[in-house]
């Protein structure tokens, strides 16, 4: 068996139509809410960074799709947990900021997971704000001891968050300054840090640009395989649902 092969597995889409069942603010701009339904039963979701699409109606009552994290899940329960990563407009934004306990929201997917092994010797996990409930997951399914370093820039001190994990658990968090330029300001967090020896996997999630900046700086200035990485841009700055995954 080859190391370290990530392995995609694709699952059977469906949509689900769930009820808001509890409201939680982690931290000030950072939302949490609880949804429940008996339709949850057969909920598959192999890998921390899965999405599920969210179904909002816009301005003009066409239905626009969003792109959320399972933060956690029970399917014994029948319950799943998203946080929202509470910024200035958008649909999405819009609705977890006035959910209530009762509201229904429609869901489809995941409609795959990309598993990441577990037999490197580090990871280095790298975002934003949206990045978090991924990171948040991830770590807290990691085997005792596992070397990882958590890098997240956030808009004010009290947006960081504690993850619980076995794992030997780094976390590095940055305040954004007034420039605005996450990708210099993690690159320079990057440039102080010493990467464990051994082989890692290294996780980029954040606004499209800057994670395609640290994609090209851990490649390039770090000499790091582009095979033992993977990087998404989560949103687009000044665009509409503008997640994708960053290609060469
Ligand atoms: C695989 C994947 C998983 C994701 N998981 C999560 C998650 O679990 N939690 C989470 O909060 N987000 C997550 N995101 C990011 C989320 O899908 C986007 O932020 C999305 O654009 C939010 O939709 P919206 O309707 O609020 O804003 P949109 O209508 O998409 O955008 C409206 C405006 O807001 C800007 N904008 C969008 N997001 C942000 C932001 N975070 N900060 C500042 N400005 C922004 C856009 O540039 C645009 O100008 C994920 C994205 C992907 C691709």
Do not use: C, N
Not at 17 to 36: F, G, Q
Not at 93 to 100: E, F, M, P, V
């Amino acid at each position: 068996m080859t190391r370290h092969q990530i392995q995609k597995v694709r699952h059977e889409i469906r949509r689900r139509t769930l009820t808001v069942t509890a409201l939680e603010a982690v931290t000030p701009k950072m939302l949490r809410i609880s949804l429940a339904s008996p339709e949850l039963t057969d909920f598959v979701s192999l890998a921390p960074d899965d999405h599920v699409k969210l179904f909002f109606q816009d301005e003009v009552g066409a239905t626009v799709m969003r792109d959320f994290t399972p933060r956690a899940f029970d399917p014994a329960k029948g319950t799943l947990t998203l946080d929202f990563a509470l910024h200035e407009s958008g649909p999405a934004t819009a609705w977890a900021a006035s959910a209530a306990v009762g509201d229904r929201l429609e869901i489809g997917g995941p409609r795959g997971s990309s598993i990441v092994p577990d037999d490197f010797d580090w990871l280095l996990l790298i975002g934003d704000e949206t990045a978090l409930p991924a990171m948040g997951r991830w770590v807290e399914g990691l085997r005792a001891g596992l070397p990882v370093t958590t890098l997240a820039i956030v808009a004010a001190p009290e947006e960081r968050q504690t993850f619980q994990s076995a794992a030997a658990l780094d976390q590095i968090w940055i305040v954004r300054d007034g420039g605005g330029d996450d990708a210099a300001q993690l690159r320079r967090a990057l440039d102080a840090l010493t990467l464990p020896a051994g082989e890692g996997f290294v996780w980029i999630a954040a606004e499209g640009a800057v994670a395609r900046e640290l994609r090209r700086y851990m490649a390039e200035d770090r000499g790091h395989p582009r095979v033992w990485m993977k990087a998404a841009g989560y949103w687009a700055r000044g665009q509409a649902d503008g997640g994708g995954r960053i290609e060469d």
